[in-house]
């Protein structure tokens, strides 16, 4: 069996490489020092330039190493905490839509995500000092909320209106600098 490892670089990278190795008989290792991203646990691969999305398989293994991770530039480890922090609202938008909309829902799994949530809140305050601790805790809890896709078979779990809003700005940021250039 082939192994394939994704070493290094960034998310996006990550999943250019898996669009790249799909359909193959590799085994999937994915070795991360990437906060801000739970693409490791996804079993889907978009290719960004142009907007394919094609199932895949989720690693069998994931290869972190703390010190690495502790030593990430303080925006990454931010990015990784704002990403957990925008499990409340995903949480909130999901069960209001099955409230409304009569949407799936898995309360075992939203459950998960919740203890996920606050074992990352537990131990946020050792980020800034990049705690080995606290480290630890953001890396397992954006694992777990992976996992949490995973599970349910969409990104329900963990992105919700915050991610939509945050596209946007992006795209009107881009617009609004594209006009004044």
């Known amino acids: 069996m082939n192994i394939f490892s994704a070493l290094g670089g960034h998310g996006e990278r990550y999943l250019q490489i898996r669009f790249q190795k799909h359909g193959q008989a590799v085994r999937d290792i994915g070795n991360g020092a990437v906060y801000g991203r739970v693409r490791f646990q996804r079993e889907r691969a978009v290719r960004v330039r142009k907007k394919i999305t094609v199932s895949t398989t989720v690693p069998q293994d994931i290869l972190l190493e703390t010190e690495i991770l502790r030593n990430a530039p303080q925006n990454m480890i931010a990015a990784g905490a704002g990403d957990m922090f925008g499990k409340y609202t995903s949480l909130l938008d999901w069960e209001f839509s099955k409230e409304i909309n009569e949407e799936a829902y898995r309360e075992e799994i939203a459950q998960d995500t919740r203890v996920?949530?606050?074992k990352c809140m537990a131990s946020v305050d050792g980020l800034p000092q990049r705690e080995t601790t606290a480290i630890e805790s953001l890396t397992d809890c954006l694992i777990l909320s992976g996992v949490a896709m995973q599970r349910m078979?969409?990104?329900?779990?963990?992105?919700?209106?915050?991610?939509?809003?945050?596209?946007?700005?992006?795209?009107?940021?881009?617009?609004?600098?594209?006009r004044t250039a």
């Open 153 to 178: 078979g969409n990104s329900r779990p963990a992105s919700g209106s915050e991610h939509h809003t945050w596209k946007w700005m992006g795209k009107r940021k881009a617009s609004i600098t594209r």
């Open 116 to 118: 996920a949530l606050e």
